[in-house]
Structure formats: C-alpha cells, structure tokens
C-alpha cells in the first residue's frame, strides 16, 4: 500500500537508519494489529467493526496488509513494470535495486 523513501545522502551518512525505521514500522503495525483484534474493548465506536475485522481476514488471510519484501515482491515487480511502461521511470528497475542494502531480509523486532 505505501512505501517509505529516505534521501540518499541521509542513508550514506546513516546506514542504520534503514534498518531502525523498517524496525519501527513493524513494531506499529504489530501494535495496531494487536489493538484491532482485540475484541472484548472496542477502540472505536463502530458496532459490527469486529465482523468486518474476521472478514477481512477471511478474505485476505491474517497478515492483509503485510510488510517485507518477500510479502510483497509480486506486487513490487509489478510497480516497477508500471512504471517504467508508462514512462515514469527510465528504465526497469529489479526489486533489489529498490532496497537500501542490508533490508532485503525480513526485519526482526
């Protein structure tokens, strides 16, 4: 659903910045997924947000907005080919190219 950039030159003087915001990242979404399924407290005033929350996962399985590469390499091949047929970018970039290194690998929190 969304991609998260760093500016070159912040990644090249702060190699660990990569890896500490993939970090974060995962540790909201845990959180927030953690807040969403609880059932018996509601976060929000929405009455049958507990059944869309078990048809969502009926339909999209527990993990429906999943983060990683290999989550979403499909996805991000794709992009990349959009892209570059529709002109927006100037040549066909591989999924690789679009990490900075080290965070190919699925993040641990």
Request: glycine share 6%.
């Amino acid at each position: 659903m969304h991609a998260l950039g760093i500016r070159r030159d912040l990644y090249e003087n702060n190699r660990w910045l990569a890896a500490s915001l993939s970090k974060a990242f995962l540790q909201a979404k845990r959180l927030a997924d953690t807040e969403l399924a609880e059932t018996t407290a509601l976060k929000i005033g929405l009455p049958w947000v507990t059944a869309e929350y078990e048809a969502t996962i009926d339909a999209m399985g527990a993990d429906f907005w999943s983060y990683g590469v290999e989550a979403n390499r499909k996805t991000l091949s794709t992009m990349a080919r959009y892209s570059y047929e529709q002109g927006l970018a100037v040549r066909l970039l591989s999924v690789e190219e679009m990490f900075a290194q080290g965070n190919l690998n699925e993040t641990k929190v």
